[in-house]
């Protein structure tokens, strides 16, 4: 194994996976840290997806450097700590306190902090992090229900999750090339920095990004720092020349999507997909904890809807997600839903559904988790950062597309559905 990365969700670690796939490298994620002995598949990279994110800070520290430990035991020869391009953490952690331990247990004195993902339109300028054209703080995530972002200095974010020294490598310098930012990262070690804030605003800056850090032993960010690493073992010919995409085989089988997420872009999509005439059950929260809502209930609807490919969603605006907080606590609102949807899940393949679109990182999770998927295939984008993808392993495949909340096109779940017919 050339590369390891280490995600602290299931759909970061399904855009990242995909993203090394599309540069060239035979990559195989598996869920939660693979137990000793677990077999790569001779896998290039691979990407241990984590459920790390929202957890207590000292949980996702040890969980990670399991998975780092597992990773080095298969030759690991550098690795990737990967979190949401809109950096999805709250005042103690868990990117700060994660980065701090594996940059320890990896022995090495320096790393970077780069979440940006040009092509989704997260970039990073004097090292403020922007969505689209909005400062993060101005854009929706300043209303995520768990991880509200309400400051855009990447700079400011890390120093308050971390004891180590933040510096910034500037536009100017990233601009300039590789060997500028190789040198602005060894002048910054010598001055005691130990983490750096890299801008980028295009991919070309990625790239540029990825050959400056090839001697660095940890690097992290979003999915798109790593547009840039593949190279760095191509040159070394560790890597052979890209090559065809691995053969896709989505597994036949009726389908269902099922979206948790709160995120702007998740709502606009289930209103455009409702607005086509999606057929569309919205589970609620209070309604759950009140036992006015069965999955049985859902599970009923969903497997009589025959003529088009039924939604089950528990999405809601701010101002709907607050009073469900107020009443049920912040971390259980969350929670109730997502075990009622991995329920509905679960049931739902034993009647014979086998495509599975899931929208949201926490309830892609546990999602996974119920259908009992260990590792997984990547096979064709839907939209960037977004795959189908298939399981692997003894128990019968299925097909998940796993999207983050705030990826996807207003027309995501059409086109995916379109994609596998």
């Known amino acids: 194994m050339l590369l390891g990365a280490i995600a602290d969700d299931l759909t970061g670690a399904t855009d990242l996976a995909l993203t090394l796939s599309r540069e060239g490298m035979k990559t195989v994620q598996v869920v939660g840290v693979p137990p000793a002995g677990f077999d790569f598949g001779g896998a290039d990279a691979v990407v241990v997806a984590l459920k790390s994110r929202t957890i207590p800070a000292e949980q996702a520290v040890e969980q990670s450097l399991q998975a780092l430990a597992r990773l080095q035991e298969t030759g690991a020869r550098q690795i990737v700590f990967k979190y949401c391009s809109t950096f999805d953490s709250t005042a103690e952690g868990n990117i700060g306190p994660v980065t701090e331990a594996l940059l320890a247990a990896l022995k090495d004195d320096i790393t970077i902090v780069c979440p940006a993902f040009p092509t989704n339109g997260r970039t990073v300028y004097r090292g403020y992090l922007f969505v689209g054209d909005l400062l993060l703080s101005e854009s929706p995530m300043k209303d995520h229900p768990l991880t509200p972002m309400t400051d855009a200095s990447l700079v400011r974010l890390m120093q308050a999750q971390t004891q180590l020294p933040v510096g910034l490598v500037p536009r100017e310098t990233v601009a300039a090339g590789s060997a500028a930012i190789l040198a602005a990262i060894e002048t910054a070690k010598a001055a005691g920095k130990q983490v750096l804030v890299v801008d980028a605003i295009s991919d070309d800056d990625l790239r540029s990004i990825g050959l400056a850090v090839s001697g660095l032993r940890l690097i992290t960010g979003g999915s798109g720092i790593a547009i840039g690493l593949p190279e760095n073992f191509r040159r070394r010919r560790e890597l052979g020349p890209k090559g065809e995409t691995t053969a896709f085989q ?172």
């Open 250 to 421: 989505a597994p036949e089988g009726r389908a269902i999507m099922l979206a948790g997420s709160c995120s702007k872009a998740t709502r606009g999509q289930i209103e455009h997909a409702i607005g086509a005439g999606v057929p569309a059950f919205r589970v609620d929260p209070l309604a759950i904890d009140a036992g006015e809502l069965a999955p049985d209930t859902v599970i009923d609807w969903a497997a009589a809807e025959r003529q088009k490919v039924p939604l089950i969603y528990s999405s809601a605006d701010p101002d709907t997600v607050r009073v469900a907080q107020e009443k049920l606590g912040r971390n259980r609102a969350g929670e109730i839903v997502e075990h009622f949807l991995a329920a509905v899940a679960a049931a739902l393949q034993a009647r014979g559904f086998s495509r599975f679109l899931v929208a949201g990182g926490e309830t892609s999770g546990a999602v996974v988790e119920a259908l009992g998927v260990s590792a997984l295939l990547i096979g064709p984008e839907i939209d960037p950062g977004v795959p189908w993808t298939v399981s692997l392993g003894d128990r019968t495949p299925v097909a998940l597309a796993l999207k983050s909340g705030n990826f996807g096109s207003v027309d995501f779940f059409s086109k995916a559905c379109d994609l596998l017919q």
